[in-house]
């Protein structure tokens, strides 16, 4: 298992409490002490926290973007003005897996 902070693109500068975790073909991304995000394969699946704050909401994004670019087109691409909205809808249709135990 591999713990990597997150960087800012723009200064490069480590982001605090933000990490992706790479542990063999699972990449997950963790804010603070919860784990939002898993990737596992092609089945992403998202944890309680996931539009837990701005903050959370702006990393994960990120990190879907750097790990999702499938499901990260399909937003971009989709009708709409608010992500977060979106991102409901994908898990609703269940392409974006959602568990409530995943903390």
């Known amino acids: 298992m591999k713990i990597i902070p997150m960087k800012n693109r723009l200064t490069g500068a480590t982001v605090p409490n933000q990490y992706t975790i790479r ?57 709409g003005d608010v992500m977060s909205q979106k991102i409901q809808q994908l898990i609703d249709w269940g392409i974006i897996q959602y568990n409530a135990d995943m903390v």
């Not at 784990?35 to 089945?43: H, K, P, Q």
């Not at 944890?47 to 994960?60: F, H, I, M, V």
């Open 23 to 79: 542990d063999g073909r699972k990449v997950s991304y963790q804010s603070y002490s919860s784990l939002i995000a898993t990737l596992d394969g092609d089945v992403l699946t998202l944890g309680r926290d996931w539009d837990r704050s701005a903050t959370t909401r702006k990393w994960l994004y990120r990190w879907m973007q750097d790990n999702t670019p499938r499901i990260w087109w399909e937003l971009e691409h989709q009708a």
